[in-house]
């Protein structure tokens, strides 16, 4: 199949997802149970095993009923940093989530002007679902680490569950002595142990520049995607 209608196929599917998941919202609420909803967000650029593993360790972890993965439109702590087009990443999303069932791709920050603060994205998710949703933001260690610096993170933690993507083996109480947050927050932070953390966006980018394999670490049809469309040729993108 080519590229063209691989996309359209995984959109197609996306769609039918999106459908699923509200019929099943409403056969829990009706109920009288909470549907659990995971938020994935990040710059997908590109998505790779690490950030699947991670979504789908979160999903069973927390008994999630899906996983929605928000690729960024403009992500403020990336500003300066050349990214690619939002809507190749939101492609490649589609391609890399397409044969999971519980993972759904959403255009609400890359249709969203402006920069995309994780606190907004919630708010919005926490209006579409509905009260009888818990959501739980899922994310890297890295990124939970700088959690002090994100916008209202007092009002995030009123939202929503986060939870902290780590390493076997990683320190949770020095990590915790890391956060710059009052103590009752740090400890609403779930963390959970990702075996693929070693994987990331910049060093696949760095491989593809470099003419180096990226297969394992990242969906065929996303490698092949990077290919087609000639990604990460240009060494200031690709760092
Ligand atoms: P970059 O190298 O460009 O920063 P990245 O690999 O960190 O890319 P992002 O799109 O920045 O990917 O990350 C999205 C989310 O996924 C963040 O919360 C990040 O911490 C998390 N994440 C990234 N890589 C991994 C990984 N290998 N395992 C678990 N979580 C990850
Ligand atoms: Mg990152």
Known sequence: MDLIAQISQAAIINQHKQQTLIREYQETSNAGLVYRLGIMGGTFDPIHYGHLVTAESARWEFKLNTVIFIPSGRPPHKAEKCISDA?????????????????????LEIDRPGSSYTVDTVKQMFKDMGHLTDLFFITGADAVLEISTWRDVAELFGLCTLVAATRPGFDLIETKQGFDLPGNLINKIRFIEVPMLAISSTDIRNRVWAGKPVRYLLPESVKDYIKQCLLYQNLECAL
């Open 87 to 107: 809507e190749l990443r939101y492609q490649m999303t589609l391609l890399a989530t397409a044969n999971n069932p519980s993972f759904i791709v959403s255009r």
